[in-house]
């Protein structure tokens, strides 16, 4: 059973990211019961196309239950990297280990979730949840769950309704919810709220961070915005050159791993922040104009 987040205690919050792993990351969350925290570990992973070099040498360690942002400038590989961790892409060299064994195809450990909703425009939001549901559970169990969810990503009261009857925020939502029908071990967010205006896109970040409370999932989520970066995840990974090897050959690799500090949710105007914000635009080649 999934609660709403404004039922848990402060017991259950500050529980969370008591533990670290043994790779030093950042704080690990605790799962729920029928939830599935996976680490992900990346060693020397590369990907090109053709003779074009989009990725090479990327290798880190993603704890259970964290969540992970991967910034990085446009066609740098962002969501080559994501594919990849989730079996959408079997191209890439390396190793990718989830939870101690190699990715397979299409993953069913992981789940991927879209910039834009990729709902069936024909079905309801309750049917395009329900196509998110594993196999392997009976009809009493799938309904259960699909219920959960909507209750979890506040469309309990929409579930009759079509995608085009809904706003572009609350289809975002139904997506997410399909992605977790199976609750994933990982679930990988590609530029999730990207098409949204402004106001809807913090909405969906709060929502985000209510879901992993829940459910402890370890999120691998692909941005542009920084800030969104800085308020959703414990580390930031910003893929680009080597800052210091600036002859290396062509394909991203981790140009920097940073751990944004505090517990979420974070006070979006801290100088904590603000000195990472700074650092972040500087590795994206962008002025902060800080004066
Ligand atoms: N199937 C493919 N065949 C050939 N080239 C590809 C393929 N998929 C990706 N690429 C190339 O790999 C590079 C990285 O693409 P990718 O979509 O991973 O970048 P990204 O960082 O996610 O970009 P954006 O931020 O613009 O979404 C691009 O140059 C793209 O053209």
Known sequence: MILPASTLTEDDVSAKGAATDSSGASPVASSRPGYTSLDVRLSGVGRSFGDHTVLRDVSLTVAPGEVL???????CGKSTLLRAVGGLDTG???????????????????????????????????KNISLGLPRSLSKAEGRERVDELLELVGLKDRAALRPREISGGMAQRASLARALARRPGVLLLDEPFGALDALTRLKMQDLLLDVHAQTGTTVLLVTHDVDEALQLADRVLLLGKNAQDPTAAEGATIARLLNVPGSRPRDRASAELAALRGELFSGLGVDSHTH
């Open 69 to 75: 942002a991967i910034l990085g400038s446009s066609g």
């Open 92 to 126: 890439s060299t390396g190793e990718i280990l989830i939870n101690g064994s190699p990715v397979q195809r299409y993953d069913e450990r992981t789940a991927v979730g879209f910039q834009e909703p990729r709902l069936l425009p024909w079905r309801s939001i309750y």
